[in-house]
C-alpha cells in the first residue's frame, strides 16, 4: 500500500506561481512513476505531468514551459511548480503513484488562480 498526501494549493492572482508538494507513505520503494492529475467543476480528470524513475518528465501542452514536476527521493515527495498560473489551471490537483499493477491517489489540493 502507498499513502499520498498533497499539499501547496491555494488562491493566486494569474501570473503568480505556487508550489504543490505529494508526501508519499509506505510501499515507496516500489514507486515506478510519480503523476499529477487535475480535476476543474464539471470536466474529466485531466493529466497533467508525469515523472519516471525520478528524471525522466513528460507534461501536457497546455502546461509545458510553466510547470515542473520533480521528485526528492530521499523524502518521497514529489513536487510540482506551478509558474505563469492562469485562470484556466484553477482545479483540484491530485498526486498519482504507479507502483506494480496498481495506482494509487491522493486527496487532491485546490488551486484556484484569479483574473
Known amino acids: 500500500q502507498v499513502q499520498l498526501v498533497e499539499s501547496g494549493g491555494g488562491l493566486v492572482q494569474a501570473g503568480g506561481s505556487l508550489r504543490l508538494s505529494c508526501a508519499a507513505s509506505?510501499?515507496?520503494?516500489?514507486?515506478?512513476?510519480f503523476a499529477w492529475y487535475r480535476q476543474a467543476p464539471g470536466k474529466q480528470r485531466e493529466w497533467v505531468a508525469i515523472?519516471?524513475?525520478?528524471?525522466?518528465?513528460n507534461y501536457v501542452a497546455s502546461v509545458k514551459g510553466r510547470f515542473t514536476i520533480s521528485r526528492d527521493n530521499a523524502k518521497n515527495t514529489v513536487f510540482l511548480q506551478m509558474n505563469s498560473l492562469k485562470p484556466e489551471d484553477t482545479a483540484v490537483y491530485l498526486c498519482?503513484?504507479?507502483?506494480?499493477?496498481?495506482?494509487?491517489w491522493g486527496q487532491g489540493t485546490q488551486v484556484t488562480v484569479s483574473s
Open positions: 509506505g510501499r515507496t520503494a516500489s514507486i515506478s512513476a
Open positions: 498519482n503513484a504507479v507502483e506494480s499493477f496498481n495506482d494509487y
Open positions: 515523472i519516471r524513475g525520478g528524471s525522466t518528465t
